[in-house]
């Protein structure tokens, strides 16, 4: 079955460390996302690609880092610039035609050790 | 500035006790609104695209409208197990940023025996 991957389904963080979030796509999309959930706040774009090898800001990009080397992976970085990690965090694709919905996996619960 | 607002934050019902959920927004150039499903712990699921004002989809006990502010997700005769938090989003309007999405907070239905 088609579908978006994630690992792990729950991370830990150690102050000042790195930690990269995985995202595998098999629905053949050019488009895929990361947003951020927190409590009571609606999803927040973190990061967006529409094509391999581009990809653009979203509207909390600062502490975090992506790359978009295959259309089927689209990683994320939570670096130690990022003061506060802890959330769940969602991946998304779409085909990159208008109206297409995107589709989610199930999402990684980040926390600080 | 763009913006989705959902209400109520939260709705308990009772079993066969019909409602509905409002999604008001305020784009320029809407270019599609979005109702998802998302369960504890998991990603959103997609439930509906509408495009255009008076525009109307159904799914088994769910019915969502389109109209020029705002969307609505009628639940006919909910069952327990439509328990789940709904969310709306709408595309920005424009050409570019391509199928960016913007999300409201969400809202919380129970549906009890």
């Known amino acids: ?113 | 500035e763009d913006q989705v607002t959902q209400s109520p934050e939260a709705l308990r019902l009772q079993e066969g006790e019909s409602s509905s959920l409002n999604c008001s927004y305020t784009v320029s150039g809407l270019r599609g609104l979005f109702w998802y499903r998302q369960d504890p712990g998991k990603g959103p699921e997609f439930l509906f695209t509408l495009y255009s004002a008076g525009e109307e989809k159904e799914k088994e006990r769910l019915k969502a409208t389109l109209t020029k502010k705002e969307s609505f997700l009628h639940i006919t005769a909910p069952k327990p197990e439509d328990s789940a938090t709904y969310l709306c989003a709408v595309r920005l309007g424009g050409e570019g940023g391509g199928n960016k999405l913007t999300f409201g907070t969400g809202t919380q239905l129970k549906v009890e025996l």
């Not at chain 1, 080397?69 to 130690?80: M, N, R």
Request: aromatic letters at 12%; charged letters at 20%; one cysteine or more.
């Open chain 1, 1 to 113: 079955d088609g579908g978006i991957t994630q690992s792990p389904k729950y991370l830990f963080r150690k102050e000042g460390q790195n930690v990269t979030l995985s995202c595998e796509q098999n629905l053949n999309h050019d488009a895929m996302y990361w947003y951020r959930q927190d409590p009571g706040q609606g999803l927040r774009l973190i990061y967006y690609s529409q094509i391999v090898n581009d990809f653009q800001k979203g509207d909390i990009a600062e502490g975090y880092s992506v790359s978009r080397e295959k259309k089927e992976s689209f990683p994320l970085t939570v670096t130690s610039a990022q003061k506060n990690p802890t959330a769940f965090y969602l991946c998304a694709s779409s085909p990159r035609q208008v109206y297409q919905p995107q589709h989610f996996g199930d999402g990684t619960r980040l926390s600080i050790l």
